[in-house]
């Protein structure tokens, strides 16, 4: 059978309107907490970066498994004739989502208000001395010292239009712990597969695809339209995921993980997290503001921090709170960090009779009662957790008084200077995939760029000076001897209280897949749709 021109035209128009429309794919995204802020310098914390990743871009990035390849920057090296001295050539044909080339003078400019005072993501470049521009197309970051693994950092950089800020004075990185707002904080400039449509703090925030991706046909970017909508009660989460309300739910609730599973209308994804949950305390007062011992401050006697360690069930935390989808340890370093040994990862024993001994050795044969922080919109099972060491502590005679409280309030708590918590819960995931990460963050005396969220009061010149020279130590089998010194004794000290290596379930419609990301942040970007 003869088909006519005028038929043949219909038939071609039809199908690229029904192409048309299959392109024009929504994804509604929901998980337990809202990204902080919009600032790309502004909060170094999960749930943010995984937002805006989809709307700003570093020079490298790392893929789903943790493996690094380039995104901004198409190659990198040291300058042979300069070791201290690393080449970023950019991807020329750049543009941000308004239209305008991206340059080194934007790489310069958003380094710069990186490491200005008020950025949370200073801690990542404490070794570099200057960033420069050669040209429009190449940028010298320049170090201090020789610097090996500084590639390692540039991922969780995130470049921003130069022009844009000043336009709109958004030139300095927001005060996150002073609840600072600039421009900056609700808006957004990037060059990112996603561009912002509307932001409403902890109730929405809509992103629609950058057309002028200059990563489209590199990547599916089959997701034209993002709708991100915190859902902070577990089982409204999951009764909108069954409803078909949403499409991906991030923070699965462990109790729920086989019952999704069950359901042939969806996908259930797990796999493990570059992210160890553990609690702080206070171990440098004088005094603690929220105990009940007069003068004196139990944390800083490392007998009660070892009771308090070995009082922990973390098997017990691990069956029944987090229904095993948790790895037990005794050290604030996930698997995935250079510097990880089993030895070091192997948690203590619980032993209540042991702990007591400890506490009474120690001058609380009665314990003592102390507040405790912790966020109930972070973490897997996070506020349960808690309640369930509360009572583990109440066996040696420590009376907790538990305050569960958003993750937006709680941070700033630790990262007040001086803190405003005494004994906290906190997880650290590991970007840079390197100790060094962990020990600047959270070990460092804190003070300008180092220690940003070391609210324990910790402070050990010897350790300081080692962690300082692990940013300039070219030769690696000395540079992780070095590591692995200073593991031991902070191990040895108890700073912490290590409690599990976090493992991570997704909940999808059936008709995608996407992978559990080990930095817990999505990749958009690179979600196929399958089927209808």
Not at 186 to 199: I, K
Not at 242 to 247: A, F
Not at 384 to 406: D, E, F, P, T
Not at 460 to 488: F, P
Request: with cysteine; proline share 5%.
């Amino acid at each position: 059978m003869k088909m006519t021109i005028r038929g043949l035209l219909a038939v071609l128009a039809t199908t690229t309107m029904l192409a048309g429309i299959a392109e024009a794919r929504t994804l509604k995204w929901a998980r337990s907490g809202d990204s902080l802020t919009l600032d790309p310098h502004g909060q170094n914390e999960g749930p943010t970066t995984a937002l805006n990743q989809h709307i700003y871009e570093a020079l490298t990035e790392r893929d789903h498994t943790g493996k690094l390849g380039p995104s901004l920057a198409t190659s990198w090296q040291v300058l042979p004739s300069d070791n201290k001295t690393w080449e970023f050539k950019l991807r020329p044909g750049v543009k941000f989502h308004d239209g305008t080339a991206l340059t080194a003078d934007d790489v310069v400019f958003s380094y710069q208000r990186a490491m200005q005072p008020t950025s949370d993501f200073k801690g990542y470049l404490t070794n570099v001395a200057e960033v420069v521009k050669v040209d429009d197309l190449t940028v010298h970051i320049k170090t201090k010292g020789p610097d090996p693994l500084l590639v390692n950092n540039t991922t969780s950089i995130y470049i921003m239009s130069k022009a844009w800020a000043e336009k709109n004075n958004a030139t300095k990185a927001q005060d996150f712990k002073n609840k600072e707002e600039n421009f900056s904080v609700r808006n957004a400039m990037g060059t990112g597969p996603y561009t912002l449509v509307s932001r409403e703090p902890d109730v929405k925030t809509v992103l629609k695809r950058n057309e002028n991706y200059w990563g489209k046909g590199q990547v599916p970017l089959e997701v034209s339209e993002i709708v991100y909508t915190p859902i902070k009660a577990d089982a409204t989460r999951v009764a909108a995921l069954l409803s078909g309300e949403v499409d991906f739910v991030q923070d699965v609730p462990v109790q729920d993980i086989q019952r999704l599973k069950g359901d042939q209308k969806l996908r259930v994804t797990t796999g493990p997290e570059n992210r160890t949950i553990f609690f702080g305390m206070d171990v440098a007062a004088k005094d603690l503001k929220s105990d009940n011992v007069e003068g004196k401050n139990p944390f800083a006697d490392k007998r009660v921090r070892q009771a308090m360690n070995i009082a922990l069930n973390r098997t017990a935390i691990q069956r029944v709170v987090m229904r095993g989808e948790s790895v037990p340890t005794g050290i604030i370093m996930p698997p995935f960090v250079n510097g990880w040994t089993k030895e070091l990862d192997e948690a203590p024993a619980t032993d209540v009779n042991a702990a007591k001994k400890l506490m009474a050795d120690a001058g609380y044969p009665n314990g003592f009662s102390v507040t405790l922080h912790c966020p109930n919109d972070r973490y897997v099972n996070d506020e349960a957790i808690c309640q369930a060491a509360v009572g583990m502590w109440g066996q040696i005679g420590i009376k907790v008084n538990l305050v569960s409280q958003s993750k937006s309030i709680h941070f700033t708590l630790i990262q007040k200077n001086p803190p405003e918590t005494e004994f906290y819960m906190v997880g650290w995931g590991v970007p840079t995939f390197d100790s060094h990460y962990i020990f600047s963050f959270m070990y460092n005396t804190r003070g300008g760029s180092l220690g940003s969220w070391n609210a324990t009061g910790y402070s050990n010149k010897d350790i300081d000076a080692k962690i300082l020279s692990l940013t300039s130590e070219t030769d690696l089998a000395k540079r992780n001897a070095t590591i692995g010194e200073i593991w031991k004794t902070l191990k040895d000290e108890v700073v912490y209280l290590p409690l599990h290596h976090q493992a991570l379930s997704y909940a999808m419609k059936s008709n995608l897949d996407i992978p559990v990301d080990v930095s817990n942040s999505p990749k958009l970007k690179a979600v196929s749709f399958k089927g209808s």
